[in-house]
C-alpha cells in the first residue's frame, strides 16, 4: 500500500508541473486544484514537497506559483545531452 502512495504522489508531483504553460506560466493552489481535479491540502502537500527540491518558486507578491530554477537544470541536461 505505501508504494501505491509514493506512486500517487509522484503522478500527482508530475501532473502539478505540467499544469504550467506558456499561458499559465503563474497558478495558485486553487488553480492547480481546479485543474487536476485535487483537494486544495493535497496539492498545498504537494507543492511544498516541490518547493524544497526547487521544482516550483512561489512569488512573494501575489503567492502564485511558477517553475523553478531546479526544471530550467533539468532542460539545460536534457538539451545538453540531445546534443551528444
Do not use: C, W
Not at 508504494?3 to 500517487?8: A, G, L, P, Q, S
Not at 499544469?19 to 491540502?41: M, W, Y
Amino acid at each position: 500500500m505505501n508504494h501505491m502512495r509514493k506512486n500517487r504522489a509522484i503522478k500527482r508531483a508530475i501532473d502539478i508541473l505540467k499544469s504550467f504553460s506558456l499561458e499559465s506560466a503563474e497558478l495558485g493552489v486553487t488553480d492547480i486544484s481546479t485543474k487536476l481535479g485535487l483537494a486544495k491540502s493535497v496539492v498545498h502537500n504537494d507543492i511544498a514537497a516541490l518547493l524544497g527540491g526547487n521544482f516550483l518558486a512561489r512569488n512573494e507578491i501575489n503567492g502564485k506559483y511558477s517553475l523553478g530554477p531546479e526544471t530550467i537544470r533539468q532542460g539545460q541536461v536534457l538539451k545538453y545531452n540531445a546534443r551528444a
